[in-house]
């Protein structure tokens, strides 16, 4: 996810800006698709596959260059 992040920054697709004002909409979105990776429905393995995925969407955010004007 950071490689995809940084090479869409560099392409201008996507700004630091941009990644820090959807944080609330990616938390969401990893979220169901941590559900819907997870084999169980219990709230523990929920967290353990959505963490490291809001980990590398943290990473994204510091690895996409700044815009500049």
């Given at each position: 996810?950071?490689?995809l992040a940084w090479v869409l920054g560099k392409l201008g697709v996507v700004s630091?800006?941009?990644l820090k004002s959807w944080r609330r909409y990616a938390v969401v979105v990893l979220l169901v698709l941590a559900a819907l990776i997870t084999p169980t429905g219990d709230p523990f393995t929920l967290m353990v596959v959505f963490l490291p995925l809001y980990g590398l969407y943290e990473l994204s955010v510091l690895v996409v260059p700044r815009r500049t004007i």
């Open positions: 996810m950071p490689s630091r800006e941009l």
